[in-house]
């Protein structure tokens, strides 16, 4: 009897590590994160708004209060499109180095509108931008299972020399398999031990230090 339930807790771990598990980004206008376990799906981000049940009895008004103006801030922090691309290529470099041809990239809208106050800034940053996402779409192309969108308006990179802000749209799915999820994360972890000082290090230090 023992020799079946062996064989069955094997399958069913086997097949918890084979499960396809994902993540989609959509951010359009408004951000919104999803994530599929199998062929379930939850929506971790905007969460769903609580049902207001209605009340038996009619609570007693209060007197509104009056709400704090915020100072709005001078300066608004800029969105440096090029840099971003450049921080998720170098990511992306990483992890296909560590698992080639295990992830699926479903790129279903990529829209970059570049724009800028200063119109020579604006053609440095479309410059590398299109180098930017040229080279993460080559790179994903050439070490993982990339789908580009079947529409070419869902993947463009336009240049706004009228504008002043840039914008950035996205679509895109990510999915993977639980065991090479559990040999990314043990790599970067053996990629964090291997960063860390050892501690002979500090107490060498620590003992040619003067009293």
Do not use: N
Not at 40 to 64: C, D, H, S
Not at 67 to 78: F, G, Q
Not at 190 to 203: D, G, M, W
């Amino acid at each position: 009897m023992a020799i079946p339930i062996v064989l069955i807790v094997l399958a069913l771990f086997a097949l918890l590590l084979l499960t396809r598990v994902g993540v989609r980004i959509r951010s359009e206008g408004s951000f919104a994160l999803f994530l599929s376990v199998g062929r379930f799906r939850f929506r971790l981000f905007p969460k769903k708004p609580k049902k207001v049940r209605p009340m038996r009895a009619f609570p007693k008004e209060k007197a509104p209060k009056r709400a704090k103006k915020k100072k709005a801030s001078a300066k608004k922090e800029k969105t440096d499109v090029p840099a971003l691309l450049e921080t998720a290529l170098a990511v992306l470099r990483v992890i296909a180095g560590w698992l080639p041809g295990v992830i699926l990239v479903d790129l279903k809208k990529l829209a970059v509108t570049v724009a800028s106050p200063d119109a020579a800034t604006t053609a440095v940053e479309y410059g590398a931008s299109c180098g930017a996402v040229t080279a993460v779409l080559e790179l994903l192309d050439r070490t993982q299972k990339l789908v580009l969108p079947s529409k070419k308006e869902d993947l463009s990179i336009s240049v706004d020399y009228l504008g002043t802000k840039p914008s950035f749209a996205i679509d895109v799915r990510i999915a993977t398999r639980v065991v090479s999820l559990l040999v990314l994360a043990f790599r970067v972890f053996k990629a964090y031990l291997s960063t860390r000082p050892s501690p002979e290090i500090h107490s060498g230090q620590r003992k040619e230090s003067p009293t």
